[in-house]
């Protein structure tokens, strides 16, 4: 929800010509889309990385 959100902000910010506001407003959208590629990218490493085969937490990754 956020990330359409700020979309909406940046283009009606745009469409009002405020250009300095629209540009904050699409530096968060890009900042979101972002944390949602990278969540995606390193969950499964982090899975793989943390979860044992009988599915206990190892060591490295908690107590």
């Keep these: ?3 359409l ?4 902000r940046a283009y009606l910010a745009a469409r ?3 250009i300095a506001a629209h540009r904050r407003w699409m530096l ?4 979101l889309i972002f944390a949602a590629v ?8 982090l899975i ?6 009988d599915g206990t937490v ?6």
Excluded: N
């Design 16 to 18: 009002q010509r405020a």
């Design 5 to 8: 959100w700020t979309t909406v």
């Design 38 to 45: 990278t969540l995606r990218i390193e969950l499964p490493l």
């Design 1 to 3: 929800m956020l990330l």
């Design 58 to 63: 190892r060591p490295p990754c908690g107590s």
């Design 48 to 53: 793989s990385a943390c979860a044992s085969p």
């Design 28 to 31: 968060l959208s890009y900042a």
